[in-house]
């Protein structure tokens, strides 16, 4: 069993409309936990972190986790085409140090 | 501004060639990670390093050396490249130890995109 899971898509929106990302973690003892955006050839890049139970957002971007169901979400309200790309969920166990990194979510947004 | 950096965006190998990839980081980080990431296969652990001439293997070491002279440089060396090392490299650095602040947590270069013929 991979340490995080994502559904791999890939999944659609128009523009405008609220865009839904998911991810299922193993380790009880992951603290922190990371969605990186990635466009097709570039490298991976941090857009939302979370440690605390519940909701957090920034801008358009909200992350939600729910550790007692090992469970963490990216919403992205008001899709924009630009946001069109992989989007990876990771956490990280201090027991470990180890990132872990799910197999990532494509989505695009349709104009 | 944080910054890794990588020694080629592109490169292309022959099969049986030595192959050394290299990375810089400017954050003094403790942590350094190689990656290889694949269609389908998301990112994989090769290796990482949490000091310098420290290295612990990842869930894909097999073909692969690393070497950590220094705190900054992190290479990862194909000793005989085969064509099924055929792949984006990442690397990557982080604190030791990732704490509740933004900004701890694993950074990316732009990846070198190997090709072994």
């Known amino acids: 069993q991979k340490e995080v899971e994502q559904n791999s898509g890939p999944l659609s929106v128009p523009e405008g409309a609220i865009a839904s990302l998911n991810c299922t973690y193993s380790d009880r003892g992951s603290q922190s936990f990371f969605w990186y955006r990635q466009y097709s050839g570039k490298s991976p890049e941090l857009i939302m972190f979370i440690y605390s139970n519940g909701d957090k957002e920034d801008g358009r971007f909200t992350a939600q986790l729910n550790k007692a169901s090992q469970y963490v979400s990216l919403l992205i309200r008001d899709s924009q085409p630009s946001d069109s790309a992989t989007y990876l969920c990771a956490s990280y166990s201090n027991t470990g140090n180890q990132f872990y990194f799910g197999t990532g979510t494509s989505l695009t947004v349709i104009p | 501004d944080v910054k890794v950096t990588q020694s080629s965006r592109y490169l292309v190998k022959r099969t049986g060639e030595k192959v050394f990839l290299e990375c810089v980081q400017d954050m003094d980080h403790e942590n350094m990670f190689w990656y290889r990431q694949d269609p389908g296969l998301g990112l994989r652990l090769i290796y990482f390093?949490?000091?310098?001439?420290?290295?612990e293997k990842g869930d894909i070491p097999e073909g692969y050396s690393v070497s950590r002279e220094k705190k900054e440089r992190f290479s990862l060396i194909l000793e005989s490249a085969s064509t099924n090392q055929t792949s984006m490299y990442l690397c990557a650095s982080s604190t030791l130890t990732v704490t509740r602040d933004s900004t701890d947590t694993q950074y990316f270069g732009p990846g070198t995109r190997l090709t072994v013929l």
């Open positions: 390093s949490y000091d310098v001439k420290m290295k």
